[in-house]
């Protein structure tokens, strides 16, 4: 509850005003069952009109105020449980943007959807309807027991035998049905997933004709978010039949006993009927509470799938980067007296941000996997240099990690043990911000965002000039295809970039890549889906326009990285050979293997 409370900080206005409209709105409706009494019994026993009228006038008040405060009440709870439903949504955004690839897979992309929308609404809305019956209930409830003791002692002896009852069977309810909440959230996770998939790949679904087993598989997972539910809720149900059977019990045993006790004149009608509106109160307070009680387990459940998120530490961290505290180590596996930080120490004299100058690189026996249990390393012993200005090409058989050695230059993971440098530099002695905005990758998976092309190529650099957009995408070879496109650099792109090739996706990330004029220059497989002429072109363009930019190729076809001045051979995770194209044909055999098959295939 503490964490939870920080987001509520700022809305304690809203929330105090809102207990404070609630527990007055409460008092002015327990005055009426008591002006009511004194109309019935003075009033109507003595026929004095203007004392009726008076005391109507008086009921009239209460409940006028009475309304004015819960429309205030209203007010106030919606902007606090809107409002901390938004800090808790933007807090668990911000905090997914600093988790590494691995933080993400911890989690799944359709759970964490799950917690930032489903969830924050499920605490939302207990902070919005719960508020009035969990503050208003209690204070109902105890003032109204008072006034009906002071009413007749002997007769409110009956609310020791209701209150008990409820308590049993709701400790019954909440602990049967909190589990089943828990896993009703999961349910909702494994049908997010199963819709993002079917949509992320509907054109393979349509392609494959497998509408009809996608349709089965989400039937499988929505029956079972319905089940689930359906048991909870179900369960949960129970409070109301249960708060029926004590409430009319209760009012079948007041009216037996009060009946008798007017009878024999030890009570007056007036004093009965405000007896039993006091103890319809205080039941229904019990039933308010009891939901509220129900919407907390929810929410609670929900609040622990939202902490797991924010209490998540990111598994790369600029710790080492903002102190320079060369020392700092953070405990993982370490080969070769090459220690990785995430600042376990701390330095308290900052130093200056570390630049990158030119863009050299270096690994030194570096190992990775992707989970410290698992058995084998994905990379093993990777050493090697580039020197600025350099091209590398990186080959290999599918499968031999060609695309996670790149990825660990950027810091997309860390690697396990040994260590990158840059200039000579530990990667993680750069902020990731400026190591990342020195490198510019473009991923096996090419991503162009909902907007124009020239907003997604801004991406690359927000204030870029036009004049420095068309020199990257004549390098890129964009220039080809732009002004077939219906309005050019301001043609609006579909999601993902659904209304151009794949060719042209390709190019235009390579170009909002070359636009950020980075120190180095990834292409991870990235002109596959271009043809060799074009493909030279922009090799072409690379080399002649930034002759001083690292580039690092990965690449399935020779042709792409033949030219290069180091071929760097991959198998299983391991450096197999290095050299360049005329060395590396004569000496090596999966390099031959390799050029060989695609000389067949007419690639070469």
Not at 409 to 421: A, E, H
Not at 478 to 497: A, M, N, S, W
Request: glycine share 6%; proline share 2%; hydrophobic share 45%.
């Amino acid at each position: 509850m503490k964490k939870f409370l920080v987001y509520a900080r700022g809305y304690k206005k809203e929330l105090i005003l809102a207990i404070i409209c609630i527990e007055a709105e409460t008092v002015f409706e327990l005055i009426i069952p008591m002006i009511m009494a004194d109309i019935i019994d003075v009033g109507i026993a003595n026929r004095d009109r203007s004392y009726i009228l008076l005391k109507g006038l008086q009921m009239v008040v209460c409940a006028v105020i009475s309304l004015f405060l819960g429309n205030l009440y209203a007010r106030f709870t919606a902007a606090c449980g809107n409002g901390i439903g938004a800090s808790i949504r933007a807090a668990e955004f911000q905090k997914m943007q600093t988790f590494s690839f691995s933080n993400t897979d911890k989690f799944s992309t359709p759970s964490l959807v799950t917690r930032l929308t489903s969830d924050v609404t499920t605490i939302q809305n207990s902070i919005t309807n719960g508020m009035r019956p969990g503050f208003r209930s209690p204070v109902m409830m105890f003032i109204a027991i008072f006034l009906s003791f002071r009413i007749n002692g002997a007769l409110a002896v009956v609310f020791l035998i209701a209150a008990p009852i409820l308590g049993i069977v709701l400790f019954f309810i909440v602990k049967n049905v909190r589990p089943l909440y828990a896993r009703m959230q999961s349910a909702v996770d494994y049908v997010n997933r199963i819709i993002q998939e079917n949509l992320a790949a509907i054109r393979v679904v349509k392609a494959y004709v497998r509408e009809d087993y996608e349709i089965t598989k989400f039937e499988e997972v929505n029956q079972n978010l319905k089940n689930t539910s359906e048991k909870a809720f179900s369960l949960a149900v129970l409070n109301m039949p249960a708060f029926q059977f004590v409430m009319y019990g209760t009012i079948l045993s007041i009216l037996w006993f009060g009946g008798n006790l007017v009878a024999i004149g030890d009570m007056k009608v007036g004093s009965l009927t405000s007896f039993l509106s006091y103890v319809l109160q205080v039941l229904n307070s019990l039933m308010m509470f009891s939901n509220v009680f129900l919407l907390f387990t929810r929410s609670l459940t929900s609040w622990k799938r939202i902490s797991e998120v924010l209490e998540e530490e990111p598994d790369i961290t600029d710790d080492r980067a903002i102190t320079g505290d060369r020392s700092v180590t953070d405990g993982l596996a370490v080969a070769d007296d090459v220690a990785i930080t995430n600042g376990s120490s701390i330095s308290n004299n900052p130093a200056k941000e570390l630049e990158m100058k030119s863009g050299s690189i270096s690994f030194d026996h570096v190992y990775f996997k992707y989970k410290e249990a698992a058995r084998e390393y994905v990379l093993s012993d990777i050493s090697f240099s580039i020197e600025s200005g350099q091209t590398i090409g990186i080959l290999g058989p599918t499968g031999s990690s060609k695309s996670t050695l790149v990825q660990l230059i950027p810091r997309l993971y860390d690697v396990t043990s040994g260590n990158i440098s840059i200039d000579g530099h530990p990667i993680y002695e750069y902020t990731q911000r400026h190591l990342r905005d020195s490198i510019a990758m473009v991923l096996q998976k090419n991503t162009l965002f909902s907007g124009t092309v020239k907003e997604n190529l801004l991406w690359g650099k927000e204030d870029a000039t036009m004049e420095e957009i068309e020199s990257a995408c004549h390098i890129a070879c964009v220039d080809e295809f732009i002004d077939r496109l219906d309005k050019g650099y301001d043609t609006e792109l579909g999601q993902g970039g659904v209304n151009v090739s794949g060719g042209q996706k390709q190019r235009l990330c390579i170009a909002r890549a070359i636009l950020k004029a980075p120190k180095v220059l990834i292409l991870d497989d990235s002109t596959s889906a271009v043809d060799t002429a074009t493909e030279a072109k922009i090799k072409e363009g690379l080399a002649k326009e930034l002759p001083g930019m690292t580039k690092i190729i990965v690449a399935q076809r020779i042709t792409s990285i033949m030219d290069a001045d180091q071929i760097l051979i991959l198998d299983d995770g391991k450096i197999n050979a290095i050299g360049i194209h005329k060395t590396l044909l004569e000496e090596n055999e999966i390099y031959q293997d390799i050029y060989y098959s695609q000389q067949q295939g007419g690639n070469l």
